[in-house]
């Protein structure tokens, strides 16, 4: 009886996914970078969603919250550096935090959620990749800039799992920025770093 139940869990899970990602996708203006603006906040909510049914809501937290700090860190700290800069102008360009976003999103809704439905996993991949050439196509961003994007976000959710090597390297490095911070800011990144550590 409980494996029935485990089975119609996941099969209603795959439903849930494949029905908010269809949503997402066609509801409202349909242009590419709008559509694409949609699919970056769908698939890290579903997965996030996903984590907490599974019990590890604060793992998923963990590696976005450090993917966004990684992201937004390098854009401020490239400046004006010639990969920073965007095809329509504008700085800020390296990475594409959308594209990591999404990519986090289904690399750990692929892992974890939808293990057993290739149909639901090929759907998932696609609308990650479809966020990357969405930049692309609106000029937000150049093909780098989106590659280092997908790796950014595909590093974080697979290396920065429990008890791995780069996920105590991460804590290391909170605690050494909070060691360096005024008071307000260290003990967030204390709590950051014990949250992390502790897993």
Do not use: Y
């Amino acid at each position: 009886m409980q494996t029935l139940l485990s089975w119609f869990r996941r099969i209603a899970r795959v439903h849930v996914v494949l029905a908010v990602l269809v949503f997402a996708a066609l509801n409202g203006p349909g242009n590419p970078r709008q559509i694409g603006d949609r699919l970056q906040i769908a698939l890290p909510s579903i997965a996030f969603a996903c984590s907490v049914l599974n019990g590890s809501g604060g793992e998923f937290a963990l590696r976005f919250a450090t993917m966004m700090i990684a992201a937004h860190g390098s854009k401020h700290a490239l400046g004006q550096a010639p990969i920073n800069i965007r095809p329509d102008g504008g700085d800020l360009g390296f990475p594409s935090a959308h594209t990591s976003a999404s990519v986090l999103g289904a690399s750990s809704l692929v892992h974890d959620c939808v293990t057993g439905n290739p149909v639901a996993k090929a759907l998932i991949l696609i609308s990650a990749g479809f966020v990357g050439a969405s930049r692309i196509e609106s000029d937000r961003h150049d093909i780098w800039q989106v590659l280092a994007g997908a790796l950014l976000g595909w590093g974080c959710d697979r290396a920065l799992r429990r008890e791995s090597p780069a996920r105590r390297r991460v804590a290391g490095w909170f605690a050494g920025m909070a060691k360096r911070l005024t008071s307000g800011r260290k003990a967030v990144l204390l709590w950051i770093s014990t949250a992390i550590s502790r897993g």
